[in-house]
């Protein structure tokens, strides 16, 4: 899923049973096609799908850029698609209409996604909830989707002032 950090709305939620890195772009795919003009930027924590092939493809089409099949490269060998690194490098090129940010790793509560998932599973997949089956488990996370979108959502409000936590 992805937070609209403006309206606090979730957006084009994708609920299915995978999370490989093809289903991670149609999902981009379904974000960015709901708004055709301007740029989106994604912030994400370091996980390898969030610095694949299939992303390096989503935003070269939806960038609009000509790159050749030697710049390109080919995964694990050359180029672009070299590795982890190189993809990631050309993933947050700001000049790319369609760009990302990544948190430092193990700084996941940097990113508002992770913080929205807490919410679900305090409200709906605590540890009183029962489900009979994953179908209406994944009917009662729509439901709750469309309910949060319509009565709960906002921008959440940083309030961290810098000073080192207590312990």
Same mark, same amino acid.
């Given at each position: ?32 096609? *709901? ?5 989106? @930027?994604? /912030?994400?924590?370091? #996980? &390898?799908?969030?610095? %694949?092939? =299939?992303? !390096? ?54 990113? *508002? ?5 807490? @919410?679900? /599973?305090?409200?709906? #997949? &605590?540890?009183?909830? %029962?489900? =009979?089956? !994953? ?33």
């Amino acid at each position: 899923m992805s937070r609209n950090v403006v309206t606090g709305q979730i957006e084009s939620p994708l609920i299915q049973p995978t999370r490989t890195e093809e289903d991670f772009a149609q999902h981009l795919r379904a974000v960015i096609d *709901q708004s055709t003009k301007g740029s989106h @930027i994604f /912030v994400l924590d370091q #996980l &390898n799908t969030h610095q %694949s092939a =299939s992303l !390096v493809d989503l935003v070269i089409e939806y960038s609009g850029l000509q790159i050749d099949t030697e710049t390109l490269g080919v995964k694990g060998k050359s180029g672009i698609l070299k590795s982890l690194d190189t993809r990631k490098a050309f993933l947050e090129d700001a000049t790319h209409r369609v760009r990302f940010v990544y948190t430092p790793k193990h700084c996941s509560w940097l990113n *508002q996604t992770e913080c929205w998932f807490s @919410i679900l /599973v305090r409200r709906l #997949l &605590n540890k009183r909830s %029962s489900f =009979s089956s !994953v179908e209406i488990l994944e009917k009662r996370i729509a439901a709750f989707i469309a309910y949060y979108n319509e009565h709960l959502a906002k921008a959440f409000r940083w309030n961290y002032d810098g000073k080192l936590l207590k312990v």
